[in-house]
């Protein structure tokens, strides 16, 4: 709803998950790989080689975070949205999700 908006062109969404996160999306694939080392490792996490799935999760983070995912995406957004990305940016977690910085706008 809010790209069909016309009025929001130009702004940044800052509803629901986007005002906890700038990314709520690339946390909650991130989310979804540790739920596969989680079943990887088994409620006894008896079996040693379980625990290797653990990088999946790692190395998705690092791929969100510092490569394929995050960046990228920052880097067309302030191209596109300029000064009100900028300042979203200020008040806004990149990945984790949270409680925006103080004096932040409603």
């Not at 906890?20 to 490792?41: E, K, T």
């Not at 799935?53 to 990228?72: K, V």
């Amino acid at each position: 709803r809010f790209r069909r908006d016309p009025a929001s062109r130009g702004k940044v969404c800052e509803t629901g998950l986007w005002g906890l996160s700038r990314h709520p999306n690339y946390f909650f694939q991130w989310l979804g790989w540790v739920g596969y080392a989680v079943v990887a490792i088994g409620p006894s996490g008896a079996w040693p080689w379980g625990w290797a799935a653990l990088a999946g999760p790692a190395f998705m983070y690092w791929l969100l975070t510092r490569a394929s995912g995050i960046p990228p995406l920052e880097a067309h957004m302030m191209r596109s949205r300029g000064p009100a990305y900028a300042e979203y940016r200020e008040r806004v977690n990149a990945f984790w999700p949270g409680p925006q910085k103080q004096g932040d706008p409603p």
